[in-house]
């Protein structure tokens, strides 16, 4: 293959034919084809790489491979930034403001990330020493919100620098009704044995996690049919379906165990990047997206939007070339010297035949990963609501639904005379988790509603875990519009279709994970589903996925650029002292030393 050249083709016309005959009438030019990557790049003879996907995965691997010297185009469908960017409120904008701003679902950063943190730091951003990633903001405190009368668990955020929220008399009455009541609920005995099984996990060599752990249900793992309707609520649904986005029943205790004890880590200040919850201070693609997208073209990177992956096509054991459908509908021969497939699994295994699932079983066994729904809605409300200063979790929302007021958190804008009719002063964003179940208005599941409906049971259900403890968060009169997330059609009919879906994580999805280096000695796997040490689908582990990638293109090309560092979740020397004398009972064939049953 040579080396130096990367190109777009009518698809049919082989690599040498085209060469040929781009040759034979002055040039390819003349065939319409586009080289790829920079010409400084080029200049130096620099290998090609095609990225096949724009999200955060893809860009990673651009950011880093471009830095390297590589020429890079990135393949795009739809829009740069995947799952994590925001979008416009089409037909909103009035006055010369922008439009609203909306998103498939709120940015969460935590201080468990690193990666992502490190990339954010090398994206310039003017006025901030350290790039985009001063743009992330801390909120300062949380919420549980329950249904039914009970008041709301409101917490604080322990992190140096927080400033407190402001709480009046009526603030710390409701505080400290919403703990007793929920401790009141929680018998002594279960509150005893769920700190008994997080210490199990914790002290669990990871031998045991990988096996044991990865087959049990986290249902099973805290003995939840055994307790209480609290428990199972808090305990076992909360922490899994409104947080990972998968069912206590059915999610690896070793996913769901893994992201609580780093949360855990973070909460103390182990080895943290910084305080547990992150925000950006603006809408995604202001704060973040479009300078990384100006960022990369400066590097050199490519760009094809509205390119749409369709096959990869295989010759000797390796990728010979990537069928993409350009703007037009018309396919595309996309010939490189390397592919970087970083698209979400469920649009990426479509691309992969028969011929590389029998030359790599890992793509074959990848097809048994699950991917459900998660999608947010947005409400743009008259009037800023009196509620918790950061993330709120609904853990009574048959719907499984979290969100946040982000207005107040973005301080550089001003709402009204930035965005929308200079009426909506707030936005309101939600994330569904659960789309299978029914809600509370209609009677039937989120699938089974119109997009209206949908607006409506979710406004419902805010309005039913914020407003009945006799106060009244939410007016129906401050609603001014809503947004629901556009990958999401044909609501109300049989066959509803989601476009971005995510990754799930049932017991068994640890092994079927395939790593970013394959034995196809051109093509590489950079996703959210690629197995990385954050067990979980996240712009984290799509974060480290791409920089496995590179690291595994860059060993197959020999080359001398250093490798990109990937960092694993924090570790404490003590806690691994515990793990070292449970991987001997484990070998053994005993329990973990602290596991009563």
Not at 14 to 28: H, L, P, Q
Not at 577 to 584: A, E, G, I, S, Y
Request: net charge neutral.
């Amino acid at each position: 293959m040579d080396q130096n050249r990367t190109a777009e083709t009518p698809a049919g016309t082989s690599r040498r034919t085209f060469v040929a005959g781009a040759a034979t009438i002055g040039g390819a030019a003349a065939l319409g084809t586009l080289p790829v990557g920079s010409a400084r790049a080029a200049d130096r003879g620099a290998p090609s790489v095609a990225v096949l996907g724009g999200g955060v995965a893809g860009l990673t691997a651009a950011h880093e491979l471009a830095e390297r010297g590589f020429r890079v185009t990135v393949y795009e469908r739809r829009a740069l930034g995947g799952k994590a960017r925001s979008m416009d409120v089409p037909d909103s904008a009035r006055g010369g403001r922008g439009a609203l701003p909306a998103e498939h679902g709120f940015r969460f950063i935590p201080g468990i990330y690193h990666n992502l943190p490190d990339t954010m730091r090398r994206i310039p951003f003017r006025g901030n020493a350290n790039g985009v990633w001063d743009n992330l903001v801390a909120p300062p405190e949380m919420m549980f919100a329950r249904s039914n009368g009970r008041e709301d668990l409101r917490m604080p955020i322990p992190w140096p620098g927080h400033q407190p929220p402001g709480l009046d008399l009526d603030d710390i009455r409701r505080m400290l009704t919403g703990l007793l009541q929920t401790a009141l609920h929680l018998p002594l005995h279960e509150i005893t044995y769920f700190v008994n099984r997080a210490l199990v996990f914790l002290t669990s060599c990871d031998e045991r996690r990988d096996s044991t752990w990865e087959r049990t249900p986290w249902w099973d793992f805290v003995r939840a049919a055994r307790m209480s309707k609290e428990y199972q609520r808090i305990l076992a649904v909360g922490v899994t379906r409104n947080i990972v986005a998968t069912k206590a029943e059915e999610a690896s205790t070793r996913t769901v165990g893994t992201l609580g004890e780093a949360f855990v880590f973070n909460l103390l200040g182990q080895g943290a990047d910084g305080p547990p919850d992150r925000i950006l201070n603006a809408p995604t693609n202001e704060a973040w997206i479009d300078p990384w997208e100006s960022h990369l073209k400066k590097l050199g990177v490519d760009f094809r939007i509205g390119w749409t992956v369709r096959e990869m096509k295989t010759a000797g054991g390796r990728i010979s070339a990537a069928v993409i459908e350009d703007p037009t509908g018309a396919p595309r021969s996309v010939v490189a010297d390397h592919y970087v497939c970083a698209m979400p699994v469920e649009h990426a295994r479509r691309t992969w035949n028969s011929d590389m699932r029998a030359l790599e079983p890992q793509l074959a066994r990848a097809d048994k990963l699950v991917t459900d729904w998660m999608t947010g809605i947005q409400f743009y409300l008259t009037e800023r609501p009196k509620m918790v200063d950061g993330h709120v979790n609904l853990i009574d929302s048959p719907w499984s639904l979290t969100a946040i007021a982000q207005a107040g958190h973005w301080p550089g804008r001003d709402f009204p005379a930035d965005y929308g009719d200079g009426v909506a002063v707030e936005c309101l964003s939600v994330d569904i988790s659960e789309w299978d179940r029914p809600g509370i208005l209609y009677g039937r599941t989120a699938k089974q509603c119109t997009r209206e409906e949908v607006a409506k049971e979710v406004w419902a259900q805010l309005k039913a875990a914020l407003n009945d403890t006799g106060r009244t968060v939410l007016r129906d009169g401050a609603l001014h519009s809503w947004f629901l997330d556009p990958g999401v059609d044909g609501l109300g009919t049989p066959n509803p279709t989601n476009e971005d879906e995510l990754l799930i994580h049932p017991c068994g999805t640890l092994h079927n994970r395939p790593t970013a280096r394959t034995a196809l000695p051109n093509f590489y796997l950079a996703g959210d589903y690629v197995a990385v040490d954050i067990d979980l689908a996240t712009m984290e582990g799509a974060n480290a996925a791409a920089r496995a990638a590179v690291n595994a293109l860059l060993d197959r090309e020999g080359s001398a650029a250093p490798r990109c560092t990937v960092r694993a979740l924090h570790r404490i020397p003590a806690v691994e002292n515990l793990k070292r004398h449970d991987r001997t009972r484990w070998r053994l064939g005993l329990r973990n030393a602290l596991d009563v049953g």
